[in-house]
Every structure is written in C-alpha cells, then in structure tokens.
C-alpha cells in the first residue's frame, strides 16, 4: 500500500516528487513525507500525518527544492500512523531511507544496533535500515556498497530508496518481494514503486529484478543481481496514458477494467507475499494478535461484495476450519445477532462508503465483535478509517459501474485473509507455500483466460434477443455464477437468476425450456460430477446449455450444449476468480449487442451511499 518516488536531475525534483506522490495515492496510505538534497549538499526531511495534500501545505509553509530526493506513501504496518513513524528514515550523517514492505527479523537487528550505540526514534522496522546502512559506511563502504551488505542482511520483502549527503548525486535502490521500476530520462533519472508515478515524466522504464540494487545518478544506471554481478536490465517503451482514468482504445471502460485484472490483481499481492509466505503485518499493526485469538468469521457486504464474501466462506471453513457466515449488510444491520466468542468482522466494499455497510460496520463495532477488518479499494474511505485492520485492494480507479476488476482482487484479498487465518488454525509452512504459489499465479491465467474474448463474443449473439437466463455453479464457483447473473442484469438488462446447481429441482427447473438459456461453470474439482448430473437435469427438459469447462471435464459439445474449454485446469483456490473473467466478458458482448449504455447501467449508481 506504500509508495516510493525518486528523483536525480539538474532540476527542482520536487514537483516530480510530489506529482509521483499524488499519482499512488489510490495505493493507500496515512502519512507522507519527503527527504531533499538542497543547494548547499545537506539532507531537507518534511513528514506530515495524511493525504499528500498535508505534506504540500506544509511545503508552502516552507519552501524547498533540491537536485535529489525521495519522497514516500506509508500505510502503518510496524507502528502507528504518526509524523515518528512517517517516512523517509534517517540515520547519521545525512543518510534517509524510504521503505515498502516488511522486514520481519528486524527487532533482532535493532537490538544489535541498540548495543552498537544507535538510538531509534520510531516504532517501525524500516529505521533499521537506515542505521544498518550507516554501520556499514562507517565500516568503509560508499553508498551503493553499503546498501548492498545491508539487504543481505534483512528477512522479508522490501523495496528500498537510499540518499545520503555524502554521495549526493546518487540513489541506491533494492528490491525483494516488492516492485521497483527505474524511469529514464535526458541527464536525469527517477525511481518508483509503480510506473505510473512517473508517466509524466518518462515513458522509458528498466524493471528491477528480485534481490537487485542499483545506483542512479543523472549519468546514468548501475545494476547488480542479488550476488553482486554486475547486470544489464531492458529498456522497455511505457504504453500506459499519464492518465489511467481514460479509456484509451477501449470502447468502454468496463472492457477496459476486465482487461486491467492481470495488473489489478498482482498490485493487490505485492509487498504482502514474498518468498511462498503471506506477509500478514499487511493487514495492520495489530493482525497477527487477532487473527491467532479469531475463533468465527463474520463477512458483511453488498452486492458484488457480498458474492465476494460468499466465496471466502468455502476456503474460511476448508482450509482455516472456522466457523464463517455472510449476510448482506442491509438485513444485518437490522438483526440482532448474537456473536459468538473472538469473532471477526470483516466488511468488504469496492468504495468503502456503501450506507449499509458502514452501518453494519458500526453496529458492529458496538456488539462485541473481537475486531475489524475492511476490504476496500479506497483508502480514504470511512469504511477504512473506522475500521481496525484493512486490506486495500489495488484495483485502481474503476469508472464502470458494473465491478469487475473490484471484485477479482476482493477475491485475491480474501484469499490472502484465508492463508493469514489459516497459519494460526493448523495450515502449515507447506500448505501455506503452495496457497500463496496459487495465489500468485492466478494474474497469470486470467492473462490467459482472457483470451476467449473471440470465442465469447460469438457465444454472446445466441442471448440477444432472450429475455431470462439461469445461471449455475456448485461449491465455491455457486456464487461466481451469482456474479455472472448481476453482471449480465446490470448491463444488458436480461433478467438473470443464479442457483446452486443443486437446487434446480427445488424449482427452477419449472423455468427451463428451449427459450432459457442455462450458463454453467464447470471447474474439474470434487463436484464435477454431481454438476454434470445437474445439467443433464437441463438437458432433459429441453434447455440449452452453455458451459465454461475445465479441459479435463469430459464436458463436450453435443445438441444443446455449448461449451467453452478454459485454457487450462486451475486448482480450486483459483477457480473463483479465473472462471469469473468469461462470464464479465460474456455480460458485456451481450450488452454492447443490445445497444444499452454498458459503463452507466440505468438506474445504478457506482456507490451506493443511501440506505
């Protein structure tokens, strides 16, 4: 949720700095702050507590500039959000730091600092880094050298940004775990934790690789790999707009956002897993405490959410074996529920300002709840203000109001939940690896599976002219194919229910006819055949079938059936957000068929901010 920008130039780099600064501040954040070389060689520090519009103010109240600085985003995770604790860090002799990420070994190497003389000024672990790396310039090394022997030292994820008033041309940066990109100029350089900080300035980037560091000076870039070698990185050509809000060659930005959910998702995962291990300090200061006292789960949202929700109950209760509800948050708030025993309340919001949930989230905070949790993709938001832990999404500005890439990385959100939970409740070192490697390859098969946007749109002409449609899933994939039904009401305006598929002959099969048309998901997992017993229910009573199937399904076109093979088999972590891609895809071929006003659906509104 940090952000780091960086700056080496002939120019004031301020307002570089602080442009960067703004562009981030969807990733999340409570404090700012910003360190400047100035005219004379000495180290300038400002840190404010809140929106960068704070630290600007407080930059008018005493101007600066420089040639060199860093400039940073914090979301507290080691210490409070405070101006202490606010970076960059500094250590002697003019050295400052700003850090993204985790260092977990680092109260052991504050106390070999505290007894090596260094005094400490805030709560958070990336002031040791700052003082490790004066101990080794004091020991002899330059800047870059220094920096070097630093992060041999630290356990975790980071993305670092070094200055020093004794190398004042230079910036030294490191990465593990966490994003760094270098944004090349004409005689000046930049550095970022998102290329989109920098657009305004560059469109040419070289992309750090795990355990690099490297020295930028207006000359130039050195590069070493994580064993000192020296190494060349490529140049790549940027081809983001400087403003992510437009639609580019998009026809609307609801395509724009299913096509965005590779990047949405893996921004969502940065800096909180590393190394095959879930970073749960990303959830806030106090979450290792109370996810190891958490007993029950308690999920509330709207909508979208609330689908999203649905589906973290199935992993809550598989792989944490706890017990976990979900209600819709305008029937929660007016029960009177009874709350079990260290039960967590985790509310999920695309804006965070929904009127039901902030509700719900209130009453709950008056109920004895053991603590909160908000997922939500805006950080300023009430929801994350009022609650006590949060996981930011990083799905970025999401125009269309008909959620897609929201509800993918709520989904890689939850997940990250599940694997937090689940190492205080029996899930070991193994299992988590294997979790958190399914997590992070997820971004990698939407890539992929987005890719059936061809054969979709040719399977979307068969429903233009329908009036309903019946959606089915089994197990976790039950709510996917409610998502798959809203999407497809929203947009297109065919009305669309979704059921467990197990429930057809509770009375939805008195619907099904050759004028129904029937959407199935049908991932290779343990309820495959139970499935295919359903839709043969359809079958039967002379409905058309449309599947989305695993390759290894055995699903085949036939008379009545039509199916689309997935690119690959996905484990059953993954399926919920691979197999949500072809159903946003197929809601919007059909609405953009039927000519209806695909990003501002009438009669709905992006957030809904009245009861």
């Not at 590393?274 to 806030?284: D, R």
């Not at 938001?381 to 109001?401: D, F, K, N, Y």
């Not at 197999?579 to 919007?588: F, G, M």
Request: with cysteine; charged share 25%; aromatic share 6%.
């Amino acid at each position: 949720m940090c952000g780091i920008v960086g700056a080496v130039a002939d120019r004031d780099v301020l307002p570089v700095l602080i442009e960067g600064l703004q562009r981030l501040e969807y990733r999340g954040y409570d404090s700012a702050g910003v360190a400047l070389l100035d005219a004379s060689g000495h180290m300038r520090r400002l840190r404010t507590v809140g929106k960068v519009v704070r630290l600007t103010e407080a930059l008018a109240a005493t101007p600066a500039s420089g040639h060199l600085g860093i400039a940073h985003t914090r979301w507290a995770t080691h210490g409070v959000p405070s101006e202490r604790n606010a970076h960059p860090h500094v250590s002697h002799d003019g050295i400052a730091i700003v850090h993204n990420g985790i260092i977990e070994n680092h109260e052991a190497l504050r106390t070999e600092l505290v007894a090596a003389g260094y005094e400490f000024t805030s709560e958070t672990d990336t002031e040791v880094i700052a003082h490790r790396v004066h101990f080794h310039l004091r020991r002899g090394a330059d800047l870059y050298g220094a920096v070097q022997a630093t992060v041999r030292e630290l356990h975790g994820a980071y993305a670092l940004a070094v200055v020093s008033e004794r190398d004042p041309d230079l910036i030294v940066v490191a990465r593990a775990g966490c994003p760094v990109v270098i944004g090349r100029g004409q005689g000046e350089n930049f550095v970022a934790s998102d290329v989109s900080a920098l657009l305004p300035v560059t469109r040419t980037f070289q992309f750090l690789e795990e355990g690099d560091v490297a020295a930028i000076s207006r000359e130039g870039v050195r590069i070493a790999d994580a064993e000192g070698r020296p190494v060349e990185r490529a140049l790549r050509e940027s081809e983001l707009s400087a403003d992510a809000v437009e639609k580019g060659d998009y026809a609307h930005y609801m395509l724009k956002e299913i096509h965005e959910q590779p990047r949405a998702i893996a921004q969502t995962l940065e800096e909180r897993v590393a190394g095959g291990k879930l970073l749960e300090a990303a959830f806030g200061p106090l979450a290792s405490e109370v996810l190891a006292r958490t007993e029950a789960v308690q999920i509330v949202a709207c909508g979208t959410s609330w689908h999203a929700g649905s589906v973290a109950r199935y992993f809550v209760e598989q792989v944490c074996r706890l017990p976990c509800w979900v209600d819709i948050a305008s029937e929660f708030r007016y029960r009177n529920p009874v709350v079990p025993k260290n039960t967590l309340f985790v509310s999920i919001s695309q804006s965070g300002e929904t009127a039901d949930t902030l509700a719900a989230l209130r009453q709950a905070k008056r109920s004895g709840y053991l603590s909160t949790l908000a997922i939500c993709n805006v950080p300023e938001s009430s929801l994350v203000r009022e609650s006590e832990l949060v996981m930011l999404t990083r799905a970025g500005p999401e125009i269309g109001v008909a959620s897609t890439k929201a509800f993918t990385t709520q989904l890689a959100a939850l997940g990250m939940l599940v694997i937090a939970l689940g190492k205080h409740h029996g899930l070991d070192r193994a299992a988590e690896h294997e979790l958190v490697d399914l997590l992070t390859g997820t971004p990698r098969l939407v890539e992929e599976t987005l890719a059936l946007d061809a054969e979709v749109r040719a399977l979307a002409a068969k429903f233009v002219d329908k009036r309903h449609a019946l959606f089915l899933g089994r197990g976790a994939l039950a709510p996917v194919a409610m998502e798959g039904a809203l999407k497809l009401k929203e947009i297109s305006y065919i009305h669309a229910e979704a059921y467990a598929a197990g429930e057809l002959k509770h009375g939805p099969l008195a619907l099904v006819d050759a004028d129904m048309p029937v959407i199935a998901v049908a991932p290779n997992n343990d309820l495959l055949e139970k499935l295919k017993s359903n839709l043969q229910e359809v079958r039967a009573r002379g409905g058309e079938l449309y599947v989305f199937a695993d390759p290894d399904s055995g699903i085949e076109e036939s008379d009545g059936v039509h199916v689309i093979t997935m690119p690959r088999h996905v484990a059953q972590f993954q399926a919920p957000i691979v197999y949500t891609v072809p159903l946003q895809l197929l809601a919007y071929h059909v609405a953009t068929m039927r000519g209806t006003d695909v990003d501002q659906p009438r009669n709905l509104a992006k957030s809904v901010t009245v009861e």
